[in-house]
């Protein structure tokens, strides 16, 4: 889509995952023929933090601020042309005071570890009891425990994000490649501080998003910098910032432990569950809820005791994914039930059909 007038916008990326703005030098990037505008924090009317649940996502770091992780945008260029614009942000000099990042939960929750946000490391915990899950293994004829690792995957749709805005009526109009048209409009008008019918919301071709595109990426940009220049704004991701940016799901280290009677009967189950929900929070809480709520699978048993972690650290965020926490706990219970079943000695299907 092109509109008269369109112009085009992209962020300059933070170089560490964990650093201290310490200053934005665009005076270059602005004598360039061809740039309109470099914009910061300082340019947002309304609020500086956007998010489906926790506000905690940084629309811009400010200069003295903390970066959270490599996608977070330090300041929007606007441009005429995409060349110009591409050039222009080279041009851009940040300087930084580096921390060290929190890599890992296994970091995120150690007694002196930085903090990724103020608030502490810890996002979301979950605990879901039922009956006696301690004395039902202990009385079990089997018993097994593993251990289970599920890494970060990347959506992997066809299209990357876009956004086109421009000044609509009172306010603001986006075409947008996004999956939730009503939640965009909600972290637009926050950023803007604005009333929600101020902004009309359009979707256009998605894409694929598989819940990598709930949470805002461009939308509120593109319409911010639309509003700050009063033409069309056109942004759209290259793949590498796509990759960068936007959620993921969430990894998770898994604890489980099964005991069964001798006919492979489930007697009880504990787990303990710890995400990495990264940069921001997301859908975090969500997905490690439905993580731990999932993780008996669809089975009749009364005695299980789940423990669920979300951590926050500086590498990507992770939220919905498709699944949304429940395969990775499907994973490790399905598992331990194929190596119950050969210890009792019947089939994969036998112990489930049973249960």
Request: proline share 5%; charged share 20%; hydrophobic share 40%.
């Amino acid at each position: 889509v092109y509109l008269e007038g369109m112009i085009y916008a992209s962020a300059v990326r933070s170089a560490h995952p964990r650093a201290i703005v310490k200053a934005i030098h665009a005076e270059e990037a602005l004598a360039m023929p061809g740039v309109i505008g470099v914009y910061t924090a300082e340019d947002i009317p309304g609020e500086n933090k956007v998010g489906h649940i926790v506000k905690d996502w940084d629309t811009m770091i400010a200069v003295g601020s903390m970066t959270h992780y490599l996608g977070d945008a330090i300041c929007i260029v606007a441009a005429e042309t995409q060349e110009i614009l591409e050039k222009a942000k080279r041009m851009v000099k940040v300087e930084y005071e580096i921390l060290t990042p929190v890599r890992s939960p296994e970091e995120a929750m150690a007694f002196d570890a930085p903090l990724v946000h103020r608030g502490g490391n810890l996002l979301a915990h979950k605990h879901i009891q039922r009956g006696n899950p301690a004395e039902a293994i202990a009385k079990s004829k089997h018993v097994l425990t593993q251990h289970f690792s599920t890494p970060w995957t990347e959506h992997a749709f066809l299209e990357p994000e876009c956004a086109l805005a421009f000044p609509y009526k009172d306010g603001v109009k986006v075409y947008t490649s996004d999956q939730g048209v009503y939640d965009t409009r909600k972290e637009i008008s926050i950023m803007l501080g604005w009333e929600p019918e101020r902004i009309v919301v359009e979707n256009k071709l998605v894409g694929g998003g598989f819940g990598g595109k709930e949470d805002v990426t461009v939308q509120h940009l593109s319409a911010l910098v639309a509003l700050l220049t009063g033409r069309p704004c056109k942004m759209k991701l290259t793949r590498a910032e796509s990759i960068l940016i936007h959620p993921k799901r969430h990894p998770m280290e898994m604890e489980f432990s099964i005991g069964c009677d001798e006919n492979g009967i489930i007697q009880g189950v504990k787990a303990k569950v710890i995400a990495d929900t990264g940069a921001y929070a997301s859908l975090g809480g969500p997905v490690l809820e439905r993580a731990c709520t999932h993780s008996v699978g669809p089975y009749c048993y009364q005695n299980t005791d789940i423990r669920g972690f979300g951590y926050y650290t500086n590498n990507p965020p992770a939220g919905a994914f498709r699944g949304f926490g429940v395969t990775q706990t499907c994973f490790a219970i399905e598992t331990l039930l194929n190596e119950m079943a050969e210890k009792v000695g019947i089939s994969p299907w036998e112990i489930r059909y049973r249960n």
